[in-house]
């Protein structure tokens, strides 16, 4: 395992939220991207004010404090507090991602099975036994 991150996903106000939390710890946002920049999804559409919503963000306080996140989108479920925080796990292999993967999904639910994604990842989502969320992904780069 490479990195254990929190992933907190916000009901609109995601980069409001990073751009608050980077004004009281520093850092920088060195990932951002919207909605709009996505490829066409199956049975999605977006407004105009969607498509301008946080599709993917990671914040970087230093080495050791990294958030990523994310606004919410009601074909994707949505989010309530409770449920907005999932673990994301950076894992060295395909082989290594498979294996936390089937672990954490057994007598849990799969959420978004592995695949090989649009943003050159392995990844996939699942939510524990115990209800706790985690995506698991692997840099095909």
Same mark, same amino acid.
């Given at each position: /395992?490479?990195q254990?991150?929190?992933y907190i996903? @916000?009901?609109? +106000?995601?980069?409001?939220?990073?751009?608050y939390?980077?004004?009281?710890f520093g850092g920088?946002?060195?990932? $951002?991207?919207? $909605?709009?920049?996505?490829p066409?999804m +199956?049975?999605?559409? $977006?407004t105009d004010?969607? %498509?301008k919503?946080? /599709? =993917?963000?990671?914040?970087?306080?230093n +080495?050791? #404090?990294?958030?990523m996140?994310?606004?919410s =989108?009601?074909?994707?479920?949505?989010?309530e507090?409770g449920?907005n #925080?999932?673990?994301?796990?950076g !894992?060295?292999?395909?082989?290594? !991602?498979?294996?936390?993967f089937?672990?954490?999904s057994?007598?849990? %639910?799969?959420t /978004?099975?592995l695949?090989? !994604? @649009?943003?050159?990842s392995y $990844?996939?989502m699942?939510? +524990?036994? @115990?209800?706790?969320n985690w /995506?698991?992904?692997f840099d095909? %780069?």
């Amino acid at each position: /395992m490479n990195q254990l991150i929190p992933y907190i996903t @916000f009901n609109g +106000d995601a980069e409001e939220a990073l751009n608050y939390y980077k004004s009281i710890f520093g850092g920088e946002i060195v990932e $951002f991207s919207r $909605f709009e920049e996505a490829p066409p999804m +199956d049975g999605v559409e $977006f407004t105009d004010d969607q %498509k301008k919503l946080v /599709m =993917h963000a990671t914040y970087k306080v230093n +080495d050791s #404090i990294v958030i990523m996140a994310s606004d919410s =989108h009601p074909a994707f479920g949505g989010c309530e507090v409770g449920n907005n #925080i999932t673990l994301s796990v950076g !894992t060295s292999s395909k082989e290594e !991602t498979e294996k936390y993967f089937d672990g954490v999904s057994e007598g849990g %639910k799969i959420t /978004m099975p592995l695949e090989e !994604t @649009f943003w050159n990842s392995y $990844f996939g989502m699942a939510t +524990d036994k @115990f209800g706790v969320n985690w /995506m698991f992904s692997f840099d095909l %780069k």
